[in-house]
């Protein structure tokens, strides 16, 4: 008994449906919610960017050291482990969440229908949040690193974080049940889920691995199920949440399926947090548990699958959209990424695969597979989409965008698909106890050359972006003039009543 | 799917099948592992740590080892970690219960450490080997650590017995001398103290070998 409106209920953003276009409704009440988000996502994001900034320099400086050893070697704060771990931590916990919370925050009012509340509580929260990351990240470059893969910020700098995980899953559940819009669209469900299971997983990793450490290898299992979910469970949903809004809002179309929505979201919460043994293959871990997480990976195809159906069916027909919408095409490449570090990941898992790829560079490629040709590129293009919306700019500069997209889609191809291979190949060496371990090394230093050029790539991209950011920021405090409307870079709505 | 508390209770519930699966039960299981007691030599396995290897295990943390050196043995049969000699047997749960922080590792940039004290035992190799790796390993990329080392004069009493020998590019300028810090002497105590090669009955050391 579901009838035609109902139906586009469940497949559209409701800001779609009520917010303009579609079916008329009004353009001022969305202004109205962009305009209270102003500060608290300019906060966010800003402060994102300037972390990923730090990282950027942080990923060539060890990029470098790992090919040069010698470079900047007589400094003890900057050996190639302190720069790494200051790299991953300043990214990770500087940029992306910064980034991630930004977009939460947008959308989560957007997709409630109100006006952001409580923005006192938002701003203490990203004063916290920018506090802990610097203490944190100090206290790795003085030796404080607690050598606890994704957790090494040191025991003093993570309850910092922790209070401002807490707040901003407060803030979210209040907004939540402040909502005006009494349907969920998925993107909330996904972010629902993530800002509660995050604190969980952070706090459960502080007091067993930090706090009061638990014994033996019960602290990998917990830094695996912890580390692994950081991506799951954080990360992921986030992505996922962004593309499911912004890929239907651009192009002006509802999404493919509701059921497979609804699949999607529940067997990735079932199995994804099951995943994090596969980074403990042939360790000295029971077997039933690294067995448990293998089986969990593989069935990670459900979820996978049935996302990138669902996406790939919505933006039938309208690639050619792609040439005109920043957001579209980074959303769209990462959306791609996402199904692609999935598939590995679900293939590294697998015990025979592992056996090769465990301990090289494979699980580098990886990670930044997942982490930046899906997850980063996604949030740069919910940037492309929110900024000039809680600004009430246009974007200053055509070819700043294009330079951005060109500089990190080129550079992160150029890090991903060598260092697969090139991983592949290490993993296979190592395995041939006849081929001396110092011929290994020395077979990947060209390898490793190519990715700081990769770097490099990736390095330009983010310097161009920023301007184009900084420049936007310069444009708000000149006078207002009235924006150049440009079709399929802006709003659905535009799209629908073009038509 | 528009009903809040469903959804709500399903992301709680959702993860507490992990938080129950995978960190407390292992938690149940492994977290009381005792050491073992050989019936035929009494030998207690694994030991206790030194006071010495116990804060070059702290060095090792910080200094950040872990990201590529892997502390862990596969099994026989699964990836080479046998056959290149970095064990003798697989490691088990029991090797890591005097870790303060188990650093299994997740990457071989350099290779596995689980037992460098038993096939590298030499102290004066470690030490050059952390002063500059290319004096023991030409072509590795490790990093020098010569940070760890004071740079000084030969005093009246001539070269101190510590002293690193160090020879052609990596000599000292005339009249000076490179001597081990504590944390030089701690990092390399705990090095030499990594041995997971005890004979366990859920891991037996090969018997050919034991002998």
């Known amino acids: 008994m579901i009838n035609q409106s109902?139906?586009?209920?469940?497949?559209?953003?409701?800001?779609a449906l009520t917010g303009g276009g579609i079916d008329g409704g009004n353009k001022a009440a969305l202004a109205e919610i962009d305009a209270s988000c102003r500060v608290p996502v300019l906060f966010f994001f800003l402060s994102g960017l300037a972390w990923l900034l730090a990282g950027t320099v942080l990923a060539l400086v060890a990029s470098i050291k790992l090919h040069t050893p010698g470079f900047l070697a007589g400094w003890e704060w900057l050996t190639f482990s302190n720069v790494r771990t200051a790299h991953l931590n300043t990214v990770i916990y500087g940029f992306a969440s910064?980034?991630?919370?930004?977009?939460?925050?947008?959308?989560?009012?957007?997709?409630?229908?109100?006006?952001?509340?409580?923005?006192?509580?938002?701003?203490?929260?990203?004063?916290?949040?920018?506090?802990?990351?610097?203490?944190?990240?100090?206290?790795?470059l003085l030796g404080d690193s607690t050598a606890i893969e994704w957790l090494?910020?040191?025991?003093?700098?993570?309850?910092?974080?922790?209070?401002?995980?807490?707040?901003?899953?407060?803030?979210?559940?209040?907004?939540?049940?402040?909502?005006?819009?009494?349907?969920?669209?998925?993107?909330?469900?996904?972010?629902?889920?993530a800002v509660l299971w995050f604190p969980w997983l952070y706090g459960t990793a502080q007091v067993m691995l930090l706090i009061e450490p638990v014994r033996g290898v019960v602290q990998a299992a917990v830094n695996w199920w912890f580390a692994h979910n950081v991506l799951g469970l954080w990360f992921t949903p986030i992505g996922l949440a962004s593309i499911y809004y912004f890929i239907p809002k651009v192009i002006g179309r509802p999404i493919h399926s509701y059921y497979l929505s609804v699949l999607g979201f529940w067997s990735l919460a079932l199995f994804y947090n099951w995943n994090g043994m596969h980074h403990l293959v042939g360790g000295p871990l029971p077997a039933w548990m690294i067995t448990v997480s293998i089986v969990a990976s593989v069935m990670m195809l459900i979820p996978v699958i049935t996302v990138a159906i669902n996406h790939h069916f919505t933006m039938v027909g309208h690639f050619g959209k792609l040439k005109y919408s920043p957001t579209l095409r980074f959303m769209v490449f990462g959306a791609v990424s996402y199904t692609l570090a999935s598939l590995q990941g679900v293939a590294s898992a697998v015990r025979s695969v592992?056996?090769?790829?465990?301990?090289?560079?494979?699980?580098?490629?990886?990670?930044?597979?997942?982490?930046?040709?899906?997850?980063?590129?996604?949030?740069f293009g919910a940037m492309y989409y929110i900024l000039p919306r809680v600004t009430q700019r246009e974007w200053p500069s055509n070819a700043l965008i294009s330079l951005h997209f060109w500089g990190v889609a080129l550079g992160?191809?150029?890090?991903?698909?060598?260092?697969?291979?090139?991983?592949?190949?290490?993993?296979?060496?190592?395995n041939d106890a006849a081929v001396r371990f110092l011929d290994v090394v020395q077979f990947t230093l060209p390898w490793l050359k190519l990715r700081t050029l990769a770097g490099l790539l990736l390095a330009a991209g983010h310097v161009a972006f920023v301007i184009n950011v900084g420049w936007l920021l310069v444009r708000m405090f000149e006078p207002y003039r009235k924006p150049v409307v440009r079709i399929l870079t802006g709003e659905a709505e535009t799209v629908a009543a073009g038509k | 799917m528009s009903y809040g508390p469903l959804l709500f209770l399903g992301i709680l519930f959702t993860l507490a099948t992990s938080w129950v699966g995978l960190v407390l039960m292992p938690h149940r299981q492994l977290g009381n592992v005792g050491q073992h007691t050989d019936t035929n030599t009494a030998a207690i396995y694994p030991a206790a740590r030194a006071g010495e290897a116990q804060q070059g295990a702290e060095h090792y943390r910080s200094l950040g080892c872990v990201y590529c050196h892997t502390q862990q043995v596969r099994p026989e049969g699964y990836g080479s970690d046998i056959e290149r000699g970095w064990g003798r047997r697989r490691t088990v749960s029991r090797d890591y219960i005097q870790d303060k922080t188990v650093m299994l590792g997740t990457m071989r940039t350099g290779p596995d450490l689980t037992n460098i004290g038993e096939r590298q035992s030499d102290a004066a190799w470690h030490y050059r080997h952390l002063y500059n790796p290319q004096i023991t390993s030409p072509g590795s990329i490790m990093p020098p650590h010569a940070f760890l080392f004071d740079v000084r004069t030969i005093g009246q009493a001539g070269r101190s017995t510590n002293a690193l020998v160090l020879e052609g590019p990596f000599a000292p300028p005339a009249g000076q001398e490179v001597i081990p810090t504590r944390r030089a002497e701690q990092l390399v105590a705990y090095l030499r103290s990594l041995k997971s090669s005890g004979d366990l009955p859920e891991a037996p050391v090969k018997k050919e070998e034991a002998q």
Do not use: K
């Not at chain 1, 992160?412 to 190592?430: A, C, E, W």
């Open chain 1, 152 to 193: 090494e910020m040191p025991r003093y700098a993570t309850p910092i974080l922790f209070i401002s995980y807490a707040l901003i899953a407060v803030w979210t559940l209040v907004t939540f049940r402040l909502r005006a819009e009494r349907h969920l669209y998925v993107s909330q469900w996904y972010l629902l889920a």
């Open chain 1, 412 to 430: 992160i191809v150029l890090y991903v698909v060598p260092m697969s291979i090139m991983g592949f190949i290490q993993g296979t060496m190592l």
């Open chain 1, 354 to 379: 592992s056996e090769v790829t465990h301990f090289t560079h494979h699980t580098i490629a990886h990670a930044h597979l997942g982490m930046y040709a899906f997850f980063t590129m996604v949030m």
């Open chain 1, 98 to 140: 910064q980034i991630s919370v930004g977009v939460t925050i947008w959308l989560m009012c957007r997709l409630c229908r109100i006006p952001l509340v409580a923005p006192g509580l938002i701003t203490v929260a990203n004063l916290f949040y920018n506090l802990g990351v610097t203490v944190g990240v100090g206290g790795i």
């Open chain 1, 6 to 15: 109902q139906t586009l209920r469940a497949l559209l953003p409701g800001d």
